[in-house]
């Protein structure tokens, strides 16, 4: 028998050895980062479906804010009273429609506006018939019309009834989920007045599933508290199905859902893991169905890479000294054991490097050491601005509830200016809050302006006079919220005396050719030469803090809004005072 030299069965012994711990290290590796996909994935899934359920929330709100308009107009109860007492009633229905219109096209996707009068009588406005005065969905709707109008005039909060079918209009299927509150009066409020149902078109929740992320190998539906399906894509077909029972636990209601995947859309079932979230206010359960294809292909080709891997450093550690691979293996081990340690949370773990770890691996500690840093900076961020985005959604609502009971009270005890004061107030800070950036209509603006100046009119005890004008073309200009706030607040505090008696503020907009010319002029105290130079030359820092930092605001806004072509200068008034002249680009409202 042949036997072979000491340096083949060295070789021998060494490749035997050598392909345990390279099998081992490649296994753990590849459960490692199989688990860590999944949990990323899993986590991705739910953040995405946090964040799609405040999305929901927040446009749900906006649809709401159309609803609020329309059920405490006092105009609507006056038309409300008149068809059905038969005073002009073609005159109110007429007007009431009138203004339902104004309403429709607020929001893209509201298809009708309805109200049921405490008679019976029906006035709509809609979008999905030709005819005037019929509603097209109220026949397939769950409810009758009585039975509609018992429950929502039974109390006092919205209610939200789940997308169902709701007519058939040039050869589309319109499928509608509906809002609705009672009409109140506030000069009493246990009057039956009717109520309002804003009936929204099914494509506004499908437009939110989707606009939640562009991948399209995440998908995701909606179940309404009774378990039936309110919106699933495309398919349309499904929608009202009943899939689960909602008072059921949520292990359980995973298992109907992933039931009634595999049994209508078996090949969304078969590659997609399921996720959802329970939105305890509107009871509906968000579905997030993310296919597992990408994750399967790259489990398996970091399998194959492992594998490649191993055979390659198997070569090579048979070519090197036992010695170097010992080191190799050592270092090896003692950095996936700190990643093992920051990956069970201890993220103060750190890579430690000495003379016998090789080059490569010491890059990877660097690297190790360098992404812990960046994650603990990561974290703390990410949590600041979460705490920071909790407090953005806390203290509004805070302040709404606070001033919504302080007007409650006041109305309890007839005070109904008081009541009127803080209903401009939450209107103020709604507008204010709500999509602070944003851009409005000058007609808006000036409105929201009006509800503002009102407030200081009521502190000062109508110490001044004000007057507004926009001409027809500048009403449907578009500027940015609250631009022209910091100035009035500026002629109001620095610009009237106490003694004055004929104080008077002039706001008006008008359009000279391609540019939008917005006037705030008052017959005040006037403002020296001086400062005046300052800010016409854009001096903001040689300003005093009490008397410039609301036109440093404005000035400041105007750059980042609209660059060199934003414009404001000061200049003294007609009558005496201050006139201060802004100059935008001319941007109109388009439908």
């Avoid at 804010?65 to 409300?80: I, S």
Wanted: with cysteine.
């Amino acid at each position: 028998m042949k036997k072979t030299s000491l340096r083949n069965r060295l070789i021998s012994v060494f490749i035997l050895t050598s392909m345990l711990p390279i099998v081992i290290l490649g296994v753990y590796s590849y459960i490692n980062i199989s688990r860590t996909l999944s949990n990323n994935t899993e986590v991705m899934s739910k953040s995405s479906l946090r964040q799609l359920d405040n999305n929901l929330k927040i446009s749900i709100e906006a649809y709401e804010d159309v609803l609020y308009q329309m059920y405490t107009d006092d105009d609507m109860v006056k038309w409300v009273s008149d068809i059905d007492a038969g005073i002009n009633d073609a005159v109110a229905v007429n007007q009431m429609r009138r203004f339902m219109s104004s309403l429709l096209y607020t929001k893209d996707y509201i298809r009708a506006v309805s109200v049921i009068t405490p008679g019976g009588e029906l006035v709509t406005y809609e979008q999905m018939t030709p005819a005037t005065y019929k509603s097209s969905w109220l026949e397939n709707f769950v409810m009758t019309p009585d039975e509609l109008y018992r429950d929502v005039s039974a109390d006092n909060v919205v209610h939200i009834y789940p997308t169902q079918f709701g007519t058939n209009f040039a050869k589309k299927d319109y499928y509608l989920f509906h809002i609705a509150h009672r009409i109140i009066d506030y000069k009493s409020l246990t009057k039956d007045c009717g109520i309002v149902v804003i009936s929204v078109d099914e494509d506004f929740l499908k437009e939110i599933c989707a606009g939640s992320t562009d991948d399209n190998r995440i998908f995701n539906f909606i179940v309404d508290k009774e378990g039936k399906v309110v919106t699933f894509g495309k398919e349309t077909e499904v929608i009202g199905s009943k899939i689960t029972n909602m008072d059921s636990e949520e292990e359980t209601r995973l298992a109907d859902y992933g039931r009634f995947l595999r049994l209508y859309f078996p090949q969304l079932s078969r590659d997609g893991a399921i996720y959802l979230f329970r939105d305890e206010d509107l009871g509906w359960d968000i579905v997030n169905v993310t296919s597992l294809v990408e994750l399967t292909r790259l489990q398996r080709r970091q399998l194959h890479l492992i594998a490649v891997i191993g055979v390659l450093v198997m070569v090579v550690v048979v070519l090197l000294s036992t010695g170097l691979s010992a080191d190799l293996v050592r270092s090896v081990g003692y950095l996936t054991g700190r990643m093992k340690k920051a990956r069970n949370g201890d993220l103060s773990v750190r890579a430690e490097k000495d003379r016998r770890m090789p080059r490569e691996i010491e890059a990877i500690a660097d690297g190790f050491n360098d992404m812990m840093e960046k994650l603990n900076v990561a974290i703390k961020s990410r949590q600041e601005a979460q705490i920071a985005a909790l407090e953005a959604q806390i203290n509004p609502h805070f302040l709404y509830n606070t001033l919504d009971t302080i007007n409650w009270m006041a109305i309890d005890k007839d005070e109904y200016d008081i009541s009127n004061a803080i209903s401009a107030l939450a209107n103020i800070l709604r507008y204010s809050i709500v999509n602070s950036n944003g851009e409005v209509t000058v007609k808006d603006e000036l409105e929201w302006l009006r509800k503002y100046i009102y407030l200081q009119q009521y502190r000062v005890k109508n110490s001044f006079d004000y007057g507004a004008f926009a001409e027809p073309e500048a009403q449907a200009a578009i500027v940015h919220k609250s631009l022209l706030q910091p100035l009035v607040e500026n002629s109001i505090k620095h610009g009237f005396t106490p003694e004055q008696e004929d104080a008077k503020l002039f706001v008006s907009a008008t359009c000279e050719g391609e540019m939008l010319k917005i006037t705030i002029e008052d017959n005040g105290r006037g403002m020296d030469a001086d400062i005046m130079d300052k800010i016409n030359s854009g001096a903001f820092e040689q300003l005093k803090a009490s008397s410039g930092i609301g036109i440093k605001n404005v000035a400041t806004r105007l750059a980042m809004y609209y660059g060199k072509e934003g414009k404001m200068r000061v200049k003294p008034g007609s009558e005496k005072g201050t006139c201060i002249v802004i100059e935008i680009p001319l941007k109109k409202k388009t439908d």
